[in-house]
DNA sequence: GACATGACATAAC
DNA sequence: CGTTATGCCATGT
């Protein structure tokens, strides 16, 4: 064995705990990148998965909900896939203001008795 | 290994 | 709210 620093992150089991952590977020709520990290098990890995999402696989269930943890949306406002996450939110009910949600109020609270089933 | 880049986070101004 | 600066981590050159 031996290198338990997981040396890489491409591994598929890491990306799919990424993705399913991603596809639990109720409607409704939204989680910043560095929360969708630590749930997944990957602590300060925030970068790592915004970088996922640049990837393509944003195409998954719940991509919009992911946003930065001030409550703006990472793309900049003038990409096309900001409109489309903006709309989305605000069709989930949530409202910007300036640019931002109230994600303080909207953060997703996972319960650990929700194991996050795949 | 050095450097640069990025859908991040936090603090300071 | 905005910008700058630091720290962070994974990738690519």
Avoid: T
Avoid at 41 to 69: I, M
Avoid at 108 to 118: G, H, K, T
């Amino acid at each position: 064995m031996a290198r338990d620093r997981g040396h890489a992150f491409d591994n598929a089991a890491a990306r799919r705990e990424v993705l399913k952590v991603i596809a639990a977020i109720p409607p409704g709520c939204v989680a910043s990148y560095g929360q969708v990290a630590f749930e997944a098990g990957f602590p300060g890995r925030a970068r790592w998965v915004g970088r996922l999402l640049s990837e393509g696989l944003a195409q998954h269930k719940g991509w919009h909900r992911v946003l930065r943890n001030d409550g703006m949306l990472g793309l900049p406002k003038v990409s096309p896939a900001h409109v489309e996450q903006r709309s989305m939110l605000v069709a989930e009910g949530h409202v910007f203001r300036n640019d931002r949600v109230d994600i303080a109020a909207r953060r997703w609270r996972p319960r650990s008795d929700a194991p996050l089933v795949d």
